[in-house]
């Protein structure tokens, strides 16, 4: 009755968790759209504030604009991650110039949406930041940073399951931190050519964020068992689904996007653009966060290294010689000698140390 009723729970709940993730991955495609998104405009005060007045009332709420100076004032906002494009008006028009680094999804809406807007106007695009010419797109990046988090959550179950030791398992999740970003790098760079010709910076980026998604479920299974390890996959995916890999947390639906950049995925997407195209800018939230969840892993593990210990139970001197309450040898009992009896072919072999006596009673 426990055992169906147990079932029932875990089938109830697996359920439940696979509807509301299946509907926050749909959601990061169907419900795609800038909410929020910062850009800036560039020139003149009053041809720059009449164009955001436009942008707003076409599309309310859509974007953060923010005026700035000239060009240069426009580039650094792209290059310091403060914007994600800048529309700049000079003398010889507007001209949109882009970090599609940043986000080529979003680079490219802005691209077609100018488009639309302006069909008889053909307007410059300068991409400043651009992304590595082999994933334009941003598919490369999006599709590869699923399975890393995922096997990086599989090691830390495996970890957490056939690892006893709290010390091994601390070398365990340092040895794979270390070789998840060696091999994230050789798949993403120097395999796929999705990321920048920069190993080192690759391969640090790329362990941290393998010990954040790690380091938790390797905690959470130490002090919670099983629930804790579902648990924490749990935290992962959803973590994967909301981490705006392939668009922008900006695109995806208020408060999804926030919340993916609390969670290691989302945070480690940032920090990987960051520090890989802007020099580290506007990657500092996204290294606290990530060095959040590996401390705090890592603190839950040895918390709960008791729980990895073996029990030892005592056994009264009386039972173990098979003497009973009364103080006589229970009948059937075997004499307690200190050796083991072990069974083997053609009766039972009493362990050396026995005496001859006895060795004369075998079955």
């Not at 109830?12 to 929020?36: D, E, I, K, Q």
């Not at 949406?113 to 990046?141: E, F, H, K, L």
């Not at 999006?142 to 690892?163: D, E, K, N």
């Amino acid at each position: 009755m426990i055992a169906a009723r147990q079932a029932g729970i875990i089938v109830a709940g697996m359920a439940v968790l696979l509807g509301l993730v299946v509907c926050l991955y749909g959601s990061t495609v169907t419900s795609v759209r800038p909410r929020g998104l910062p850009v800036v405009v560039a020139g003149p005060e009053q041809p720059a504030r009449a164009f955001a007045a436009e942008v707003e009332r076409i599309s309310p709420g859509a974007m953060d604009i923010g005026v700035v100076a000239d060009v240069a004032a426009a580039d650094r906002a792209l290059k310091d991650r403060e914007a994600y494009a800048a529309f700049v008006f000079t003398d010889d028009g507007l001209s949109l110039r882009l970090a599609s680094a940043a986000s080529p999804a979003v680079a490219e809406a802005l691209v077609r949406g100018m488009a639309i807007t302006y069909p008889d106007v053909r307007i410059p695009v300068v991409d400043v930041v651009p992304n590595v010419v082999a994933d334009r797109q941003g598919g490369g990046v999006s599709a590869g940073y699923l399975p890393l988090v995922l096997i990086a959550t599989a090691a830390g179950v495996l970890l957490a399951r056939r690892v006893r030791s709290t010390q091994e398992r601390l070398v365990g999740l340092l040895c794979f931190m270390v070789a998840g970003g060696v091999a994230g790098t050789v798949a993403l760079s120097g395999g796929l050519d999705v990321l920048p010709d920069n190993a080192l910076r690759c391969m640090v980026v790329l362990a941290v964020v393998t010990a954040a998604v790690t380091a938790p479920v390797l905690g959470l299974g130490a002090v919670a068992g099983a629930r804790g390890l579902v648990a924490a996959v749990a935290v992962a995916v959803l973590g994967a689904a909301l981490s705006g890999a392939s668009s922008a947390p900006e695109m995806l639906p208020t408060p999804w996007g926030g919340l993916g950049q609390l969670l290691p995925p989302g945070a480690g997407v940032t920090l990987t653009r960051s520090t890989l195209y802007f020099d580290g800018a506007g990657g500092g939230r996204a290294a606290a966060v990530l060095a959040i969840w590996a401390v705090a892993g890592i603190t839950l593990l040895i918390i709960g290294r008791g729980r990895s210990r073996p029990v030892a139970v005592a056994v009264p001197a009386q039972q173990a010689a098979g003497v009973g309450d009364s103080g006589v040898a229970e009948a059937g009992a075997p004499p307690h000698t200190g050796r083991i009896a072990r069974p083997r072919e053609g009766g039972l072999g009493i362990s050396p140390g026995v005496s001859p006596r006895e060795e004369g009673f075998r079955a």
